[in-house]
């Protein structure tokens, strides 16, 4: 059964990210894209105010966190976790963890990117 919650929450954020990311890249002119950056900033907000909630004040049911957190949330934006987890090993202490994530995070997505445009348009 939670298999299927999370898969619930994931469907339910994947069709928030659409839908937020379509009105606000309606509203906005320019190249920048206002659509993937609402995305991201609200997705993360959403995340640290839910992992405090969950982890540090054991307010949000553990039953709830799965389909919210990992099922709505990571559909909706995994950059979220990303920042999270980055945020979270500075609270930690783990400094040279958090740059290499952080670093690490951005160069491999831009190389992985770069390989993948470069496989595709090989066809």
């Known amino acids: ?8 929450g994931g469907f339910a954020g994947a069709i928030s990210r659409y839908l ?9 002119v320019g190249a920048f894209p206002w659509g ?3 995305v991201n900033a609200s997705g993360s907000f959403v995340l640290g105010l839910l992992f405090a909630l969950a982890a540090e ?16 949330i990571g559909a909706y934006t995994t950059f979220s976790t ?16 958090a ?8 160069l491999i997505g831009l190389v992985a990117v770069g390989a993948g445009l ?3 348009r090989a066809f």
């Not at 059964?1 to 619930?8: E, N, R, S, V």
């Not at 987890?85 to 963890?97: K, P």
């Open 36 to 38: 993937t950056f609402a």
């Open 118 to 120: 470069l496989l595709g």
């Open 1 to 8: 059964m939670p298999l299927i919650l999370i898969g619930l």
């Open 99 to 106: 740059v290499l994530n952080l670093g690490g995070s951005v």
């Open 20 to 28: 937020v990311d379509t009105i606000v890249a309606e509203r906005t």
């Open 57 to 72: 004040r054991a307010i949000l049911p553990a039953e709830i966190r799965g389909p919210v957190m990992i099922g709505f």
């Open 82 to 97: 990303y920042a999270l987890e980055s945020i979270l090993l500075v609270e930690a202490g783990a400094y040279g963890t």
